[in-house]
């Protein structure tokens, strides 16, 4: 990670940056704030934490992403998309090397579709009887 560019340093900052634009965003500040207010600081070193264990691979992030997902007020699958247009605008401006952004936009990505199967993800509805032609 650090041959590309990527250190606790840059996570921070990353997170610091993205976070602030988030709760400017029209769509995306209402949702995280109305579930975050007043926890803010402990969201963003749990983040920074996060982060920090999938580039280096520590494991010392104990969290369950799913879990704290569950029933956010507001929270659809569109959503998504928008989380990584921002996150994406935010690597342009903050990270430093294309390795390094490809690796976070990659990992991003593949968490926002995790995500998004797990929370809203039906399988009746790959049901083929269920299926109009």
């Known amino acids: ?13 990353l997170v610091e940056a993205f976070y602030a ?21 402990e969201h963003m070193e749990k983040m920074k934490s996060f982060w920090s264990a999938v580039a280096f691979r520590t494991g010392a992030y104990g969290g369950k992403p799913i879990q704290a997902h569950l029933g956010v007020a507001n929270m ?25 952004r ?9 968490i926002a579709r995790s995500l998004t199967l797990s929370l809203f993800y039906n399988p009746a509805l790959d049901d083929p009887a269920l299926k109009r032609n």
Not at 1 to 12: A, H, N, S, T, V
Not at 21 to 41: C, I, M, N, T
Not at 77 to 98: I, K, M, N, R, S
């Open 102 to 110: 490809a690796w976070f936009i990659t990992t991003a990505d593949r």
């Open 21 to 41: 634009r988030v709760l400017s965003h029209p769509q995306l500040g209402p949702v995280f704030d109305a579930r975050l207010a007043g926890r803010w600081p």
């Open 76 to 100: 659809t699958p569109e959503l998504f998309p928008q989380w990584l247009e921002l996150f994406a605008a935010t690597l342009d401006d903050v990270v430093p090397t294309a390795e390094a």
């Open 1 to 13: 990670m650090k041959l590309i560019g990527i250190d606790e340093l840059l996570i921070g900052a």
